[in-house]
């Protein structure tokens, strides 16, 4: 079973460049809002149609933008997934370095090759974090070790047996205290 459930590979793509239109236009709306606000001439209203008008005139390219790199993301995410049969961080990490590197290509074959560095390293920070929360949260849900048992069963290190030698509650392998002297 894997980690966390996506969508089978072709609706993927699509679902994946959804997302990221949807995040490219929400985060460049706010944004170029506040660049607009802090741009446009003084006076509340001027600045909040100057806040209005950047966010139309942007945000739809920023948008494209997030959607364009999320669809040739997961378009050699799914083509690593089909050549290597299986599923990885070493599919995300490649597909942010081929990423980075076919969106940069009309830049020449420097820009090229350096934003395929940048975009393996951004993909190999964030799956080094998810698998380090990961193993974080899985503590919390181990099972305790079980009690080491010794001749009664349950005295031993960390055991409810040291617990109960000494006090005499009346468990079984504890002493028993004389109460009629």
């Given at each position: 079973?894997e980690?966390y459930?996506?969508?089978p590979?072709?609706y993927?793509?699509?679902d994946?460049c959804g997302?990221?239109f949807?995040?490219?236009?929400?985060?460049?709306?706010?944004?170029?809002g506040?660049?607009?606000?802090?741009?446009a001439?003084?006076?509340?209203?001027?600045?909040?149609?100057?806040?209005?008008?950047a966010?139309?005139?942007r945000?739809?390219v920023?948008?494209g933008?997030?959607?364009?790199w999320?669809?040739?993301f997961?378009i050699v995410?799914?083509?690593?997934?089909h050549?290597?049969k299986?599923?990885?961080?070493?599919?995300s990490?490649i597909?942010?370095a081929?990423?980075?590197?076919?969106?940069?290509?009309?830049?020449g074959?420097?820009a090229m090759?350096?934003?395929?560095?940048i975009?393996?390293?951004l993909?190999?920070?964030?799956?080094g974090?998810?698998?380090l929360?990961?193993?974080?949260?899985a503590?919390q849900?181990?099972?305790?070790?079980?009690l080491?048992?010794?001749q009664?069963?349950l005295?031993g290190?960390?055991?409810?047996?040291?617990?109960d030698?000494s006090?005499?509650?009346g468990?079984?392998?504890?002493?028993q205290?004389?109460?009629?002297?």
């Open positions: 079973m980690e459930s996506r969508e590979c072709p993927r793509i699509v994946d997302g990221a949807a995040m490219g236009c929400i985060g460049g709306g706010v944004f170029q506040l660049k607009g606000f802090r741009n001439p003084q006076g509340i209203g001027r600045r909040f149609a100057g806040s209005l008008v966010v139309k005139a945000s739809p920023i948008a933008n997030f959607a364009a999320g669809g040739v997961s995410d799914c083509s690593l997934v050549m290597r299986k599923e990885d961080p070493w599919n990490i597909s942010g081929v990423t980075g590197g076919v969106l940069a290509a009309r830049n074959v420097a090759a350096g934003s395929a560095i975009g393996g390293i993909l190999s920070l964030i799956e974090v998810g698998i929360f990961t193993r974080i949260s503590e849900f181990r099972n305790p070790s079980p080491t048992s010794s009664d069963g005295s290190t960390g055991g409810l047996g040291d617990l030698s006090s005499g509650f468990f079984p392998g504890s002493q205290a004389n109460i009629s002297s």
